[in-house]
């Protein structure tokens, strides 16, 4: 007999890592469901950047370069390259003096996540720290607004080189931001213990950077895109993935 996978419910906040993550919590009525990406180093920081000037962002999968680079020429979008002096790209840096327009946006995390629910008819936001307490009263709100529905939040992780999900304690601590500011009676066990992280770290600025990911996105020359990332509470923009018929894209909300 092959038994069900648990889904952290009856609590309605819960929390998973990655696209497979994402999936197993979503309920059997999709539409009930509001879902939080967290992709702090680089993805949901980058978008929530970008939705701040008035961007339209349109997350794509970072295994298919060829439909990015079709769907930015369809639309007259910009279009992300890897990281490099002047270049629009995952960097969050690179965005902050963007004014409207369209950006496509592949990453092999956040935007992949994102871009695989978007056909699930489930609500897609993306979290950071720049955003938390935002994020987390749009949570409040969803939750208030109906006994039937319920959040997950989704920490997007980082890969190792054979592709495998590595989990990063970045990620962890953003989801934690989030569910620190909701209701513990809401939160499955997974949830609480981001939230209990959260308020447990003395420091989360420099326990970003001293992160794998903070510490290697330094070494590499971006230390910028990781003090963009864990300005808290910077702004009150909070991202929100709609297709109106041009793909699935994040705006302002």
């Known amino acids: 007999m092959i038994l069900p996978f648990p889904d952290q ?15 197993r919590l979503l309920g059997p009525d999709y539409s009930a469901s509001l879902v939080v990406v967290v992709d702090v180093l680089s993805f949901s920081t980058a978008v929530t950047v970008a939705c701040e000037q008035g961007v339209v962002v349109h997350p794509y999968p970072h295994r298919d370069p060829t439909g990015a680079e079709a769907l930015a020429a369809n639309l007259g979008a910009a279009l992300a390259q890897p990281r490099g002096d002047g270049r629009l790209s995952l960097s969050p840096a690179s965005l902050v003096h963007l004014r409207g327009g369209r950006l496509v946006l592949p990453s092999p995390n956040g935007a992949t996540i994102a871009h695989g629910l978007a056909r699930t008819g489930a609500t897609v936001v993306a979290g950071c720290l720049r955003n938390a307490s935002a994020v987390a009263s749009v949570v409040a709100e969803h939750l208030a607004a109906d006994p039937r529905h319920d959040v997950v939040l989704v920490p997007a992780g980082e890969r190792w080189p054979d592709g495998s999900l590595r989990p990063c304690v970045e990620d962890l601590l953003g989801a934690g931001a989030i569910t620190a500011a909701l209701r513990d009676d809401d939160l499955s066990v997974e949830a609480r213990a981001a939230a209990r992280l959260w308020r447990a770290t003395p420091d989360p600025t420099a326990t970003i950077r001293e992160s794998t990911s903070g510490r290697e996105l330094t070494t590499a020359g971006w230390s910028e895109d990781v003090s963009v990332a864990v300005d808290l509470d910077a702004t009150t923009t909070t991202a929100r993935l709609i297709d109106d018929g041009d793909g699935p894209a994040f705006r302002a909300a």
């Not at 309605?12 to 890592?17: N, Q, T």
């Open 9 to 23: 419910r009856p609590a309605r906040v819960r929390l998973e890592w990655g696209p497979t993550g994402a999936l």
